[in-house]
T-cell receptor, first 115, second 111 residues
Framework: DSGVTQTPKHLITATGQRVTLRCSPR?????VYWYQQSLDQGLQFLIQ???????AKGNILERFSAQQFPDLHSELNLSSLELGDSALYFCASSPRGQAGRDTIYFGEGSWLTVV | AQRVTQPEKLLSVFKGAPVELKCNYSYSGSPELFWYVQYSRQRLQLLLRHISRESIKGFTADLNKGETSFHLKKPFAQEEDSAMYYCALFSVLQGAQKLVFGQGTRLTINP
């Protein structure tokens, strides 16, 4: 168990709706990363937070937003959902937010199905 | 632009045979590369990183800057090696650090 916890594990929702995915990093880790894994796009980096502040941004759509709270947990908000947003969303954490030097620990992911 | 390419989506070999999962990268700076593995029903986890020059579970990977490659190799495949493998590149762009992943290769070891 890597210690990174994601909820919910599975979620089915309709197009146009909004969902929130939650992530609790490993104890002591200051940085949180969000990734989207889909069949056709592979594993895509979305966004990274370090100690509450956005550190790096990847291929994150404007309909998506994220934040990291003072207790270091993070939420990924997905709005105006489309069928193509169906994917596995991973959260990961690391101690110092240095993706090349820290070991990054992944959660089990949240399966989102948009119908 | 930084990019990681894993040309094989699927790779199937027999138990005991050698395995090579290909990874090529594109990056203007000095690359730092990793292999991550995802076993069935488990989370993604780090397998090895090139700066450690280590062998994990019999796997090794050598960075070849001339060929911009970081292929993952194992001389004798085992059934428990069946998994999804991702090559990843650590990149720094305009001060932003991130891991860029390849598309992944699903490795199946046949008995």
């Amino acid at each position: 168990d890597s210690g990174v916890t994601q909820t919910p594990k599975h979620l089915i929702t309709a197009t146009g709706q909004r969902v929130t995915l939650r992530c609790s990093p490993r104890s002591g880790d200051l940085s949180v990363y969000w990734y989207q894994q889909s069949l056709d796009q592979g594993l895509q980096f979305l966004i990274q937070y370090y100690n509450g502040e956005e550190r790096a941004k990847g291929n994150i759509l404007e309909r998506f937003s994220a934040q990291q709270f003072p207790d270091l947990h993070s939420e990924l908000n997905l709005s105006s959902l489309e069928l193509g947003d169906s994917a596995l969303y991973f959260c990961a954490s690391s101690p110092r937010g240095q993706a090349g030097r820290d070991t990054i620990y992944f959660g089990e992911g949240s399966w989102l199905t948009v119908v | 632009a930084q990019r990681v390419t894993q040309p094989e989506k699927l790779l199937s070999v027999f138990k005991g045979a050698p395995v090579e999962l290909k990874c090529n990268y594109s990056y203007s700076g000095s690359p730092e590369l990793f292999w991550y593995v995802q076993y069935s029903r488990q989370r993604l986890q780090l397998l090895l990183r090139h700066i450690s020059r280590e062998s994990i579970k019999g796997f090794t990977a050598d960075l070849n800057k001339g060929e911009t490659s970081f292929h993952l190799k194992k001389p004798f495949a085992q059934e428990e090696d069946s998994a999804m493998y991702y090559c990843a590149l650590f990149s720094v762009l305009q001060g932003a650090q991130k891991l860029v992943f390849g598309q992944g290769t699903r490795l199946t070891i046949n008995p």
